[in-house]
């Protein structure tokens, strides 16, 4: 009997000191005249991990709004903000003339992807046409780009993958890539090209470890300020797209604004993307 | 006095369908999963039409003009499970006639932890195992461009199944009667040739059990897989890089979408296929030994 009455208190005192808990954390006064509302965000599936810190980031500070993100595409996206259907669309490629007549893109961020080798390859610079030209097949041997007499070994992402999306419409591979190896994520790339002399692939510049090598491209080494002056060629800019004729709703626009923000940047980073010079 | 007795029949009802409650939510769990990727899986299967879904040699999910064709993934998961059981089974037969007659209970005990053991390590340990050692050893051995291959899956694979098939035919071969194998010796049998033509054969349909349990452990694995098998749709050969039907549902589903998920669905039901024939015949083997 006395040990049920123990357990009980114990079990009384437990649920008193979660109560408190909770009590503690809603008190705590959030909105002072902060802006509430859903911001809806709609396109590019590469955008995710900088789409997802950004509005993480946000949504610590302003409690109040929700931000969604819908990984459909690019165009879709671009269609979403056309339709009115979202409040800012997203894509990985800048606007087409013709959808920039009644849209405004702004750059929140580039993509800097880094090729890269195993430390033991001698090979330094590539130009975009040998990148091509070794992953759709037509040069199979490491001799004809300047390297030492070897097969040379494929290494890429998943087909979904944001990444090789980037990497495919930059080089112009799309669906024409010769992979020995398709991983699963950034990091694997690097380890198997570390473990294989004969393996190239590529890979976010943040995630690039020194265990392998990076390949300048065209004479260009991949670097924050290489990428934002545009001289490094294998980047494409994350672009958020508003209607030009159309006011954001305050909560979209209070988002746009942090997005755009200085403050964002080293979210911007810590999602693998280079910031936009300001 | 009655006042308790009427407590403990009250509890004693609650009890039973508490009991009665829990033994039938696994077999609404098996219904629900079953229902779900019949449901999910059979329209793209009929919008992609059988033949050219199960046949088909080209898995193209994101191209311009996609194509699904999974035979090169069918192909590869069989291959894959094929050199596994080639492998593995001898090595864990051998191992378990070694743990049942031949070694001494101390030893005994010391490999059967180590078993355990390795039934334990979680699939990407094997995984990351096999993509930093065996990988690279398979490239330097067979002199190849990349080690990431079936023949790198099948290594590790044949690891992963090594415990199961043990330990299921330690025990068949173990509760083989004694007097078998001391008549076969009385009679002048040497003890490799009373293991191999009594005790191997008396324990046979536990030592089939293992097998299949063997087989249906190295088609479901997909993370270990995942990482030395190198992912790429082609048709298998030993050293091509391949995927599994596993990877194929692992490494695309997080970005799928329309009908490409509706396919990932279809080879999820496929690979369910597998794996309840592999039951139907552990069943099968089940009831011969009954009778």
Redesign the interface.
């Known amino acids: 009997m006395k040990k049920i009455i123990s357990l009980m208190v114990v079990a009384v005192l437990l649920v008193a000191a979660l109560a408190g808990c909770g009590t503690t954390n809603t008190d705590t006064p959030k909105d002072n005249g902060q802006v509430s509302g859903t911001v809806s965000t709609d396109g590019s599936t590469s955008m995710e991990k900088v789409i997802g810190f950004l509005s993480e980031a946000y949504m610590e500070e302003n409690s109040a709004v929700k931000v969604t993100y819908n990984p459909t595409g690019s165009g879709s996206g671009i269609k979403a903000v056309q339709a009115g259907s979202c409040d800012i669309g997203l894509a990985s490629r800048d606007l087409k003339p013709e959808e920039a007549t009644d849209l405004n893109g702004t750059v929140v961020a580039i993509d800097g992807i880094a090729m890269i080798v195993n430390k033991e390859n001698p090979v330094k610079d590539l130009t975009i046409e040998q990148i091509a030209a070794l992953y759709k097949g037509e040069i199979t041997n490491w001799s004809e780009v300047g390297g030492a007499d070897a097969p040379v070994v494929l290494i890429g992402r998943e087909a979904a993958s944001g990444t090789r999306d980037g990497f495919e419409s930059i080089t112009d591979t799309e669906d024409a890539c010769k992979y020995n190896q398709e991983l699963t994520s950034t990091g694997d790339v690097v380890q198997t090209v570390s473990s294989n002399p004969n393996a190239i692939g590529y890979a976010s510049l943040a995630s690039v470890k020194d265990t392998v090598k990076l390949i300048s491209v065209e004479g260009v080494t991949p670097s924050t300020e290489t990428i934002q002056n545009g001289s490094y060629k294998i980047q494409r800019n994350f672009v958020m797209v508003t209607k030009k004729n159309a006011e954001l709703s305050p909560a979209a626009k209070s988002f746009f604004e942090f997005a755009t923000s200085s403050a964002a940047d080293e979210w911007i980073i810590e999602a693998g993307a280079v910031p936009v010079k300001r | 006095m009655s006042k308790v007795k009427k407590a403990s029949v009250v509890l004693e009802r609650a009890m039973n369908c508490i009991f009665t409650v829990c033994g039938f939510l696994t077999i609404a769990f098996v219904l629900l999963i079953t229902g779900f990727l019949v449901v999910s899986g059979l329209p793209a299967i009929k919008e992609i039409g059988i033949i050219d879904f199960l046949f088909g040699t080209t898995w193209?999910?994101?191209?311009?003009t996609p194509s699904y064709g999974i035979l090169p993934f069918i192909l590869s998961s069989i291959y894959g499970t094929c050199g596994a059981i080639i492998i593995g089974v001898p090595i864990g037969i051998m191992c378990a006639i070694f743990l049942a007659k031949m070694s001494s209970p101390r030893i005994s005990g010391v490999v059967s932890s180590a078993v355990d053991l390795l039934s334990g390590i979680p699939s990407v340990v094997y995984g990351l195992v096999g993509?930093?050692v065996i990988?690279?050893l398979v490239?330097e051995t067979f002199n190849l461009?990349?080690?990431?291959n079936l023949f790198s899956a099948i290594i590790v694979l044949t690891v992963m199944i090594l415990p199961s098939v043990i330990s299921v035919s330690e025990t068949a071969i173990r509760s083989v009667p004694r007097e078998y194998e001391e008549a076969s010796l009385a009679l002048g049998a040497t003890k490799t040739e009373t293991v191999f033509k009594v005790v191997v054969p008396a324990a046979k349909s536990g030592i089939l059990t293992s097998v299949v349990l063997g087989i249906g452990r190295a088609i479901g694995e997909a993370m270990a897989v995942?990482?030395v098998a190198?992912?790429?749709a082609n048709m298998p050969g030993l050293f091509t890089?391949v995927?599994f039907l596993t990877t194929a549902v692992?490494?695309?589903m997080?970005?799928?979408?329309g009908l490409q998920r509706e396919a990932l669905f279809s080879i999820a039901l496929v690979l369910f296929v597998f794996i309840m024939l592999i039951n139907v015949v552990l069943n099968l083997i089940a009831k011969k030994k009954e009778r």
């Open positions: 193209a999910s994101t191209a311009q993509m930093i990988v690279p490239r461009p990349d080690g990431a995942m990482m190198g992912n790429v890089s995927r692992a490494s695309e997080s970005y799928s979408s």
